[in-house]
């Protein structure tokens, strides 16, 4: 007979909700699902430190607990984990304030940051139904492309043999600060830390095209005033 998950042994709503999201990754596949990630491979893509064996048990966790419902083949948020949105984005907002500084290098993952990316592209003012974003980083010689077809985003690891409307190069840090909201667009391409390169018509709404984190308002920093000789 299977032993009974330890708890903390405490009659308060905290110590009752600790037991179920205090489990490593708990909050981080519940962060993804908020995001719109529904489906076990988009999830297991976003979180590539978590082995999919540890994933399906977390999911059926929160099965149970009644945070999702399995409709085919996605995970879908129910009315009980929907509502963890503010916990998380001020779990956010606290990180953010008095634990967030500089990366440390093993914490930058280019694969991972052009995954989420994709979903946050908004080619809706953009004309024709197909969208192609080559994404260069200057310190990492692996290559990716973007594809949005007809609203539909995907990450392309090798060439998808498509036109592309506009190339996007940045250092792997420099690319994290500007999703982040830490560096301003305009900022970062002034500075050399981002080019749009393609036809002006589209290189110029990339600010708008290029929506970043839903964190980023968390973590704008201002810039310092430049001062005028």
């Known amino acids: 007979m299977p032993e009974p998950t330890a708890g903390y042994g405490q009659y308060c709503p905290i110590s009752r909700a600790l037991e179920l ?84 290098p093993s914490e930058l993952d280019a694969d991972l940051l052009v995954w989420w990316m994709h979903t946050r592209l908004d080619t809706t003012a953009l004309p024709g139904f197909r969208h192609v974003f080559a994404v260069r980083f200057t310190d990492d010689v692996r290559r990716f492309w973007i594809v949005v077809d007809r609203g ?48 002006s018509a589209i290189t110029r709404r990339m600010p708008n095209v290029l929506r970043l984190s839903p964190i980023a308002p968390y973590l704008a920093v201002p810039l310092p005033v430049e001062v005028s000789a």
């Open 21 to 104: 999201l205090g489990e490593r990754w708990s909050l981080l596949i519940l962060r993804d699902l908020l995001l719109g990630s529904t489906r076990f491979n988009d999830l297991a893509r976003g979180l590539p430190g978590l082995s999919r064996s540890l994933l399906a048990k977390r999911l059926r966790q929160f099965e149970r607990a009644g945070l999702v419902e399995k409709a085919g083949v996605r995970y879908l948020l129910t009315e009980a984990g929907t509502d963890l949105e503010p916990v998380l984005f001020g779990l956010g907002e606290w990180g953010a304030k008095h634990t967030f500084g500089e990366p440390d």
């Open 152 to 199: 539909a985003p995907s990450v392309c690891t090798t060439d998808p043999g498509f036109e592309v409307d506009v190339t996007i190069t940045a250092d792997v840090a420099g690319l994290y600060q500007v999703w982040l909201g830490r560096m301003p667009i305009g900022h970062a391409v002034r500075s050399g830390r981002l080019d749009f390169a393609g036809p």
